[in-house]
């Protein structure tokens, strides 16, 4: 099995490595994208695998294509009730420990940044967002609420808002350092505190509405489907509907957060600092948003 698996991934790398001077070697390829099909796959393929800022090859576990098997499992055990103090801060722990991680991973790394602080600020990231998302479990496990919504919903609310603002933490230094704006034939003209502003901003918005609407959605599918005669009486049946219902609202909203903004965003001139806008001519430059 071992020489297989040797195999398989130095084939995956000699396909990535095609790809990436597939692009290399076509002229204008961005220009290309919609109309040929190959430079089209090549960008995809470039795009999900390597990182455009260090051209080094992401980790799979970090891929945006792990992103859905690996924390659609969690999601549907933080909204499964709550068993323990344990229970709940390991639900959280590996939440909020895998989407920092990932946030760090796919952000914007044209900054200048060392591995230490990266591993400093993720450490604490973690720990605050595990810390925060743990309080309404905690909470209602010492003081149990009467009120169904606000016991379903709140921590649907703390899970949508710390999603948002683990984005906003664990990508602090884009906002901080700046990232490299380019214009349209990718010369990069400086580095934009204001583009790294938006490119989290943006991030942190889909990542809130990823998150926020998948573990909603089925709470109220469920309340609703409750007061039908065909709802599960068994307590199998009705984990397996739920399970379902959160799986499959995870599977449609994961690509509908990563493609809510561009990863290549677009941003005025106008909008940026006085020493970018005087080194160029360009009324709109372009940055990386990351996933």
Known sequence: MEPNLHFWISERQESIEKSRQLLFTTEDAPKHY???????????????????????????????AAFLPVTAPMVLLMMMPDTGIKSIIL???CLYGYTTAFNITNGNASYSHGPVERTLLGAGVFASSTFFGS???????????????????LPIIFLAQISGMNVFASRSFENHR???VMDKEGHVIGYSRKAGRKAIKETAKSRAVLF????????????IFKRTRFYPQTLLASVILRMSSTLFMMGLMVPVSFSMFPQIGQIQCSQLEEMIRSSTEEKELFYYRGV
């Open 34 to 64: 919609l109309d040929n099909q190959r430079v089209k796959d090549a960008w995809n393929k470039s795009l999900s695998t390597v990182h455009p800022d260090s051209s080094k090859l992401i980790p799979h576990l970090f891929r945006p």
């Open 178 to 180: 700046g990232i490299e």
């Open 91 to 93: 639900t959280q722990g």
């Open 135 to 153: 309080i309404p479990h905690l909470f209602q496990l010492k003081y149990p609420l009467n009120n169904l919504w606000l016991k379903r919903f």
């Open 212 to 223: 926020g609407t998948s573990a909603l959605a089925p709470e109220l599918f469920i309340h």
